[in-house]
């Protein structure tokens, strides 16, 4: 397994940490999500055999946030 933070732009809300975390937990190879409304940043553990950064970036982007 492989961690990874992401920084996302634009959660403000309990809705907005549900729709990333569940947005990523809907792909293959996710282990664990957390997401820090606080600081904007998202850690999550993969299998990078079955899922990459690219992947799980535009997963968070079709929720309508942005990744840095």
Known sequence: MKTLTLNVKGMTCGHCK???NGALAELEGID???VNLETGKV????DETKVDETKMKE???EQG???A
């Open 59 to 61: 997963a968070i982007e």
């Open 43 to 46: 850690d999550v553990s993969f």
């Open 32 to 34: 664990n999500v957390e």
């Open 18 to 20: 549900s729709a990333v």
């Open 65 to 67: 946030y942005d990744v």
